[in-house]
């Protein structure tokens, strides 16, 4: 059986809704690179995020056809509220569809230090003094090419480039990149949760292709799991990671989030839209986490945060 990629290229503000509709008919997932991004761009800037391409695939079966005029409707339906362009559909060979978006992943640069390797790609330009992170990000969110993670891998760079031998929470760690980033940056350990078990599996992963494993532990779940863990330990964290998105983190604001975080402790939150910054502000600051800095590439922001001593 030959497969179906159907890809399309957007701005940020419209990546993660076009990916929500391409979920609905994709196997395996949904693939969200940076259009035009260049090896040699080097060192000190996030490239800006004009464009993203968005990837999923399907059988090519009897029922494509239908499937194609399903997302080309849904698309039009979405091109009525926000300019979007129309759906491009390829056929992938049976025996290429399975490693068909990996040719689409490339090694990437960011922050001062960072190098992003894909785990299937042996040979790289990487310099003595970079950090390489090796990974497969497989169906799980956090490949480095998504403006929200690249914007919290340079804020974690930033933030532990003079804070050693701290231990993280990385709640919704999806591919587990920032948690391992952190290790490899100088953190103790981390805490991944997630409450999508090919996410745990995909970190679990990750981390042993990074070297990392017996630094990190992994647990399905969500703050739940992790407040009552912490009811039975005493534990809070020195670094919270939170990369979802606005409406989740300002629910989890309501549930206690802030109380994962010791006092005097940091928190680097992602998958906020801009127009979004102001509220999840003020669910933070609610939380007892106040807000000391945003990150901005284009529409999209990282808040950096800390709880009071």
């Not at 330990?233 to 939170?242: E, P, T």
């Amino acid at each position: 059986m030959d497969w179906i990629e159907v890809s399309l290229t957007v701005d940020g503000e419209a990546a993660e809704a076009v990916a929500d509709v391409l979920r609905k008919y994709g196997h395996q997932g949904v693939l969200i690179e940076q259009a035009g991004f260049e090896m040699e761009v080097w060192p000190d800037e996030i490239p800006p995020a004009d464009e993203l391409i968005v990837r999923a695939y399907f059988p090519a079966n009897e029922q494509a056809e239908t499937k194609q005029q399903q997302l080309r409707e849904a698309i039009w339906h979405m091109s009525r509220l926000y300019p979007m362009p129309e759906p491009e559909f390829k056929v992938i060979q049976e025996e290429n569809w399975a490693e068909a978006w990996k040719v689409h992943y490339k090694p990437l640069r960011l922050g001062r230090h960072l190098y992003i390797r894909p785990q299937w790609i042996t040979e790289t330009d990487a310099k003595p003094d970079e950090i390489v992170l090796v990974l497969d990000p497989g169906t799980a969110f956090g490949s480095g090419t998504h403006p929200t993670t690249q914007l919290c891998l340079i804020a974690i760079e930033d933030m532990l480039a003079d804070w050693p031998g701290i231990n993280v929470l990385d709640l919704g760690c999806g591919s587990g990149i920032l948690g391992i980033a952190a290790l490899k940056l100088g953190a103790a350990h981390v805490l991944g949760v997630d409450i999508d078990d090919l996410a745990i599996k995909a970190t679990t992963q990750n981390a042993t292709y990074n070297e990392v494993q017996d630094r990190i532990t992994t647990q399905e779940g969500g703050l739940e799991a992790v407040k009552a863990q912490q009811a039975a330990s005493g534990q809070q964290f020195d670094l919270l990671l939170c990369n979802i998105l606005a409406k989740v983190i300002i629910q989890l604001c309501a549930d206690g989030l802030g109380e994962t975080v010791r006092p005097g402790g940091k928190a680097i939150f992602s998958g906020i839209i801009d127009t979004q910054a102001d509220e999840v502000e003020v669910a933070l600051r609610a939380a007892g986490l106040e807000p000391t800095r945003r990150r901005l590439q284009k529409d999209w922001v990282v808040i950096e945060a800390q709880k009071a001593q």
